[in-house]
């Protein structure tokens, strides 16, 4: 049997939720050996919780990935989603992505969940 593949996830974000629930749903469909944790799970792959907000995370045959990287452990192990793990991996393609993804989307959703945060940690008026 494969080694299961632990993803470790933003849970309030709703967009990396949204995501996460549709490989979740493949994996138990397909029963595949993928591993959903969310970011209180985060020392179990030796972060914060706010280290692991930042960005996916995936720990896959004991490395630990991040980013595109992440991303692309996941689609491997997704048999209908193969073709895009080998597609962001070609030379052009997956410096451009990591750009788009360490640059501007993983910086964006961070800062959404700070304002989720900081909005859960004010009281009502």
């Not at 949204?18 to 020392?43: G, M, N, S, V």
């Not at 720990?59 to 048999?79: M, N, T």
Request: net charge positive; charged share 25%.
């Amino acid at each position: 049997m494969a080694e299961e593949t632990r993803i470790l996830y933003n849970d309030t974000c709703p967009v990396c939720r949204f995501e996460i629930d549709h490989y979740r749903k493949t994996a138990t469909r397909d029963a595949l050996p993928l591993r959903f944790d969310r970011l209180d799970q985060a020392a179990a792959y030796g972060l914060t919780p706010d280290q692991a907000a930042r960005r996916l995370h995936v720990l896959k045959d004991g490395e630990l990935l991040s980013g595109l990287a992440a991303f692309r452990a996941i689609w491997a192990g997704l048999p209908r989603w193969r073709w895009l793990a080998r597609l962001t991996g070609l030379p052009l393609i997956r410096p451009a992505l990591t750009f788009v993804y360490d640059r501007i989307a993983a910086p964006l959703l961070y800062r959404a969940h700070l304002r989720r945060q900081s909005n859960r940690a004010r009281p009502a008026p």
